[in-house]
């Protein structure tokens, strides 16, 4: 193996060997809420207004 093959070895090995992040306590929005928030943007877009 040359040296770049070696190193990336090890690199996969200590890659592998890490856990996974926790996932965060924060709830994730619903599609409801997420439409809602794209409706209330869409309400307030007023074309050729900047």
Same mark, same amino acid.
């Given at each position: 193996? +040359?040296? =770049? &093959?070696? +190193?990336?070895?090890? $690199? %996969? ?5 890490? +856990?996974?992040?926790? @996932?965060?306590?924060? #709830?994730?929005? %619903? =599609?409801? %809420?997420?439409? &809602?928030?794209?409706? #209330?943007?869409? $309400? @307030?877009?007023?074309p050729g207004a900047r």
């Amino acid at each position: 193996m +040359t040296r =770049i &093959d070696k +190193t990336f070895s090890k $690199l %996969s090995h200590r890659m592998n060997d890490l +856990t996974m992040p926790a @996932r965060s306590g924060a #709830a994730v929005p %619903s =599609i409801a %809420s997420l439409l &809602d928030k794209v409706n #209330a943007a869409k $309400l @307030r877009y007023q074309p050729g207004a900047r």
